[in-house]
């Protein structure tokens, strides 16, 4: 097996203690079978303890019993205060204390690690590995350097037993030829990502026509009318903006963008306080443009403000040198999302997605610099924090959000065309 993950990877380590968050607090702690049956055979206090931390899902009233289904079979029992029962009071963990390293589940060894695994024609399995943005050590890495991010690869021994059942040789052909295309199609759209000699918005525009040129190849190929081609290639053109009010196209794709994001369910009070905070900024209370005065501004009012704050956070990006931040964090989308059209074939859901997370950490970020007059790293970092806990460790979100991006007209490819 043949592993893939951005250069930072290999320097990070958990600081443990020393962090300003926790992965142990704030979502369900699932435990694996192996683990489950390994904490039953503890002994003394901490294995009555363990016993009295664990619940079985399937036992649970209401839509728990459909989480079964798709997650593990038992999950530890949160505090109030939605805290691992064996987290201390330094954010240190009781079971890691006790019992070991070894003693902890997979999620819990995993996290933040996201992992993909794949086969490819001619390559055989493929197992990509990111680290989590909501993790802030990850989160340093991901923006610690201005130089392009580069990916590296190595040779590892195949545990994870994912394909151990396949037995269909048709099946498996077809998937390692879908691979080898999303590969190379992933690692095409990554470069136009980081192509600097074009705006960052010019390569948004590119990076959607190229996702929509996949996908056209993608469908083409499932319906059985052609072969995967080797390449997916597209123009420049389309850079040129559309012939529009685009402040006002603009603002009103974020007042949609708001409404998306706004309807998700919370993973803690920092996204409900940044979701009240962006409200505060540039949407207000006022509804009716009729009462526009110096003392309550109104849509236009609030639209301009928007309109001149982001363009403002721009200009101190670039004028910071901190422009290849968000590069850093499309990458980093891109990375993590694209290739796992795999499963569906919705490539081009995924890369909108990709877009929509740039514009949402972008909105963040820029009701944090109305509010400071400021935007540092940690700001940042903090918001790409927020967002990810948000939307990459929910599947509920997830999944309401593939169901906007598939019908909400705001987020077909030329409308979000129009507003970059």
């Known amino acids: ?55 079985t899902y399937g036992e649970m009233a209401g839509d728990d019993a459909e989480y079964e289904e798709v997650y593990e079979q038992h999950g530890f029992v949160l505090t109030d205060d939605m805290r691992c029962p064996f987290l201390d009071e330094h954010n240190l963990c009781d079971l890691y204390k006790e019992l070991g390293e070894d003693a902890l589940c997979e999620v819990c060894t995993n996290t933040p690690r996201n992992f993909l695994e794949y086969r490819v024609k001619g390559a055989g399995m493929i197992r990509e590995i990111s680290i989590s943005a909501s993790c802030p050590e990850a989160a340093r890495l991901i923006y610690a350097s201005g130089e392009t991010m580069r990916f590296a690869e190595r040779e590892a021994d195949d545990e994870s037993g994912l394909y151990d059942d396949v037995s269909d040789e048709e099946e498996t052909e077809t998937e390692e030829e879908l691979g080898l295309f999303l590969r190379d199609v992933r690692d095409e759209a990554i470069r136009i990502l980081q192509d600097r000699k074009h705006s960052l918005h010019e390569r948004l525009r590119l990076f959607l026509m190229h996702a929509d040129a996949v996908q056209e190849h993608i469908n083409c190929w499932e319906a059985g009318k052609e072969d995967l081609p080797e390449k997916v290639s597209v123009g420049e053109s389309g850079y040129d903006a559309p012939h529009c009010d685009r402040e006002e196209t603009i603002y009103r794709h974020f007042l949609i963008r708001m409404g998306t994001y706004s309807g998700l369910a919370s993973i803690g009070p920092a996204w409900a306080e940044r979701m009240e905070l962006l409200a505060e900024s540039f949407i207000g209370e006022a509804d009716d443009e009729s009462t526009e005065n110096d003392e309550n501004p109104g849509k236009s009012g609030y639209r301009d403000t928007y309109i001149k704050t982001t363009d403002d956070l721009d200009k101190y990006l670039t004028t910071n040198k901190r422009a290849c931040e968000y590069e850093h964090l499309l990458v980093y989308y891109a990375f993590l999302l694209l290739n796992r059209s795999i499963d569906d074939y919705d490539y081009l859901g995924k890369a909108k997605l990709v877009v929509l997370s740039y514009l949402m950490n972008r909105d963040m970020d820029a009701a944090v610099f109305l509010k400071k007059g400021s935007m540092e790293k940690t700001d940042r970092e903090e918001n790409a924090r927020i967002y990810a806990r948000e939307v990459e460790h929910a599947e509920e979100n997830l999944a309401d959000l593939f169901e906007e991006i598939l019908f909400e007209r705001a987020y077909d490819k030329d409308a979000l065309i129009a507003i970059l």
């Open 1 to 55: 097996m043949k592993e893939v993950f951005p250069k930072y990877y290999e320097s990070f380590r958990c600081i443990a203690d020393r962090c300003e968050d926790t992965c142990c607090a704030g979502w369900e702690i699932d435990i694996d079978d192996a683990s489950y049956d390994a904490y039953m055979r503890v002994g003394g206090d901490l294995g009555a303890r363990l016993r009295a931390c664990i619940k």
